[in-house]
């Protein structure tokens, strides 16, 4: 799992605990590559912090920003999964959302996620702030097969949505929740766990994940 991060000292901690809690229960063979790039802020003391006691948890540290594309391609070139799983800097999807995301997986090369609700197929989420030079644009969440990501991480070609157009991947779409209010800034550091399924259409409420719930509160956030 390859996650960028830019100034997002008031919610790495949130971030990083939700995807130590969801990887090994994908797989007990996993590891996290977190960059901080450029930040301006405290979010690289913070990642360094966190996974001191992690070995499977990576942190590098880019003195200015390099965006999403640089960070994909130089996190996968220093992990050998067979599946790659990307989180843009600008996400704002629920992490639960991996589990479905997962067993997708072994029948497509590439899985993407879009925001619950949002309308015709091929839009994906991404957060209201104005992008900045060199970010990726597509989907907020994929999940690759490394065999797939092979030409690219041995080129030079730049955009990876770019690429996969081009080689005319076979995606499937899956859908899942944000995790922040609705209309609030991304940026706001709120952050509110949705533990749910929108493939479950039996109206019935998921029991929150108390676990995750209490881990936040006792991280003062």
């Known amino acids: 799992m390859i996650l960028p991060l830019r100034n997002d000292a008031d919610r790495v901690s949130l971030i990083f605990t939700q995807a130590l809690e ?16 450029g930040s301006t802020d405290a979010t690289g003391e913070s990642l360094a912090e966190l996974v001191r006691a992690y070995p499977q948890a990576t942190v590098i540290h880019h003195s200015t920003a390099m965006g999403d594309n640089a960070c994909f391609r130089r996190g996968a070139r220093v992990t050998d999964g067979d599946l790659v799983l990307l989180r843009s800097s600008d996400c704002d999807l629920d992490l639960t959302g991996l589990h479905k995301m997962w067993k997708r997986a072994s029948a497509h090369p590439l899985v993407v996620a879009r925001s619950h609700g949002d309308a015709g197929r091929g839009r994906f989420t991404l957060a209201a702030r104005k992008k900045e030079r060199g970010l990726a644009t597509g989907p907020a969440l994929q999940l690759i097969e490394r065999r797939a990501l092979g ?13 996969l157009h081009a080689r005319r991947y076979p995606q499937h779409e899956v859908e899942l929740r944000r995790c922040l209010a609705s209309g609030m800034a ?9 533990h749910c399924d929108a493939g479950d259409a039996s109206g019935r409420p998921k029991r929150p994940n108390y676990l995750l719930r209490l881990k936040a509160f006792a991280m003062g956030e």
């Open 151 to 163: 030409p690219w991480l041995a080129g030079k070609e730049e955009d990876l949505q770019g690429y």
């Open 186 to 194: 991304p940026m706001s550091g709120r952050f509110e766990p949705q």
């Open 22 to 37: 969801i990887l090994p229960e994908l797989t007990p063979r996993w590891n996290l590559v977190l960059f901080d790039d």
